[in-house]
């Protein structure tokens, strides 16, 4: 009796083995609930932040040192593209703002979008949300915003274009009409998958992506 119930024991051991090394494996992912990449108010208020006015200065002359003058070709882009709808940027036009804007305040947000459409993904909603907040702030309110669309590699380069742009244009009109941003102070261009956040990896997600860029030039902003 003992050796048979000993045998027993050994038994059912081995099938307890044999049944846990049968279960599924957890997912690695198990545990990123994709808020992972969101950001917070704070940080979209730091990011997009202009840069601190240096404080009056005398030089020899005594004469106050003010900050320099803005830009008269900047400023000339900017008021050339308010109000402007997506489309009808011009290929020169979405490089220019691009130069201009690779000098200034940005956060790329990685906001994505559900695949092979401009339909803001449920992971990325609280970013979106976050973005409202920030811009309705009053350090950023009344300042011009560029917010770029970006595809990742699939599909020719018209279809491309015309995705970017909706997509930039699916963040302007929830920030329009959930957070009442004047539509003139948001800036969209499209740029397809041409500048592509990643390179190495031209399918993976975080290609498909809206930046937003903080063109300031307040003196044009509606008020």
């Known amino acids: 009796m003992r050796l048979a119930a000993k045998g027993l024991t050994a038994i059912l051991s081995i099938l307890a083995i044999g049944a846990t090394l049968s279960l599924p494996a957890a997912p690695a992912f198990a545990a990123d609930d994709g808020n992972s990449k ?7 208020l730091r990011a997009l932040a202009p840069p ?11 004469a106050p040192q003010a900050d320099p003058a803005p830009n008269p070709a900047e400023t000339k882009l900017i008021q050339s593209v308010r109000g ?7 290929s ?3 490089e220019e703002i ?10 790329d947000l990685e906001i994505t979008f559900d695949y092979n459409s401009a339909n803001i993904s449920a992971k990325s ?15 950023l309110k009344g300042s011009t915003f560029v917010v770029a669309g970006h595809t990742d590699a699939a ?3 018209a279809y491309n274009q015309d995705l970017s742009e909706r997509r930039a244009d699916s963040i302007k009109r929830y920030l329009v009409e959930k957070y009442s941003i004047s539509a ?19 399918m993976a997600e975080v290609n498909r992506r809206v930046q937003v860029v903080n063109m300031e030039n307040k003196t044009t902003a509606s008020k």
Do not use: F, H
């Open 125 to 139: 909603m609280p970013s979106v949300q976050a973005l409202g907040r920030a811009l309705t702030s009053p350090d």
């Open 98 to 107: 691009a130069s201009v804007a690779k000098d200034k305040p940005n956060i």
């Open 84 to 90: 402007r709808s997506t489309r009808s940027l011009s």
């Open 38 to 44: 969101n950001v917070t108010e704070d940080e979209i």
């Open 92 to 94: 020169t036009e979405r």
């Open 184 to 202: 003139t102070d948001l800036v969209t261009v499209g740029y397809g998958k041409s500048k592509l956040k990643d390179p190495s990896q031209p």
């Open 155 to 157: 599909g020719g380069e």
């Open 52 to 62: 601190a006015k240096k404080p009056l200065t005398r030089g020899l002359s005594m």
